[in-house]
């Protein structure tokens, strides 16, 4: 069974454009979180989908945002880019909102120049 | 608020010897898991184990073991037998029971294993 697998693995991007980043859940994973990883300030939770709707949103700018389609794939948008939004973005897949075991996808890597 | 503490920001060991990691967290939760997960260089987060709050017995899975005090609120992770592949970020996590699925991370332990 194929992974939690994030595209793309690396992006540079300029302050001020907008970035949309994919993950695609283990199939027949139905709930997707999103990580955001940086040094200063280690993982933090940015939101969880589960069946298209957005469950949990973690203490990020409106600039943040994400989806689900009906295939259970993910995307997370962020726009007019800061330098601080340079970081590690991990997907984490589960079966269900109950599942306490996430997936974690090998993130992606955002510049931010 | 859920917090999760990690003292430790650097460990090494020596191949083949023990290591323990710590960890203490604050919650006024009482029904939660608590997990440690470990990243390589590859960057994927692998979950190593996992113990529910509700279980006094301590989680065990190969060479790997947690010391679980619940009334201290910690929660350390024991390797035994270390092995070069186990060179990478830990991370000590959080999760409510049964309120959703967000993980509060701790801020991870770099172990170093040394041939």
Redesign the interface.
């Given at each position: 069974k194929a992974g939690v697998t994030q595209t793309p693995r690396y992006l540079i991007k300029t302050r001020g454009q907008q970035v949309t980043l994919s993950c695609s859940p283990i199939s027949g994973h139905r709930s997707v979180s999103w990580y955001q990883q940086t040094p200063g300030q280690g993982l933090q939770f940015l939101f969880e989908y589960f069946s298209e709707t957005q469950r949990n949103k973690g203490n990020f700018p409106g600039r943040f945002s994400g989806r689900q389609f009906s295939n259970s794939r993910s995307e997370m948008n962020v726009s007019t880019l800061e330098l601080g939004d340079s970081a590690l973005y991990l997907c984490a897949s589960r079966p269900g909102q109950l599942n306490t075991e996430a997936f974690f996808g090998q993130g992606t890597r955002l510049t931010v120049v | 608020a859920q917090t999760v503490t990690q003292s430790q920001p650097e460990m090494s060991v020596q191949e083949a010897e023990t290591v323990t990691l710590s960890c203490t967290y604050d919650t006024s939760e009482s029904n939660y898991?608590l997990?440690w997960?470990k990243q390589p260089p590859?960057?994927?987060?692998?979950?190593v184990i996992?113990q529910e709050a509700y279980k006094q017995q301590n989680a065990t899975e190969n060479r790997f073991s947690v010391n679980f005090q619940k009334a201290a609120k910690s929660f350390s992770l024991k390797i035994s037998d270390s092995q070069l592949g186990d060179t990478a970020m830990y991370?000590c996590a959080f999760?409510k029971r049964?309120t959703?699925?967000?993980?509060?991370?701790?801020?991870?332990t770099s172990l170093t294993v040394i041939p």
């Open positions: - | 898991y997990f997960y590859s960057r994927q987060m692998i979950l996992r991370f999760m049964n959703g699925n967000q993980f509060y991370f701790g801020t991870g």
